[in-house]
């Protein structure tokens, strides 16, 4: 994760981090139009490579924490949400999983405007 050698100091450099995560975002397509609620700008058909998402947003420890815990915990209740056919029965702890997700996805995304 952005472990490159900057001037051969084997410094990391700083990681595309996204607020809204790529997981979520693949559910709408290839890519989405953004507004920015700060500056007022509209951007249409934003890859979603790069779409809310920040260069060095997060540090390396919470990038890494994001992508390995949250988001991996978090993937799997949304596939299931996505493709069920009918009701949705999340159990105890996929219900906590979900609320810890919603929690700190509404305070990166807050944070990002």
Partial sequence: M???NVM????PLPVNSHYVPRFILKNFG???NMYRR???????DCPI???YSKVGYYNEYTEKYLNE????EFSSILDKI????GDISLSV????KLKRFVMILTWTVDLAQ
């Avoid at 051969?8 to 410094?11: Q, S």
Wanted: without cysteine; hydrophobic residues 25%.
């Fill in 2 to 4: 952005g472990e490159d």
């Fill in 8 to 11: 051969g100091k084997g410094i």
């Fill in 30 to 32: 290839s890519s989405v």
């Fill in 38 to 44: 700060s500056d007022g700008t509209y951007r249409k």
């Fill in 49 to 51: 490579e790069s779409a």
């Fill in 69 to 72: 815990r949250a988001e991996a």
């Fill in 82 to 85: 996505v493709h069920a056919d």
């Fill in 93 to 96: 702890e996929q219900e906590l």
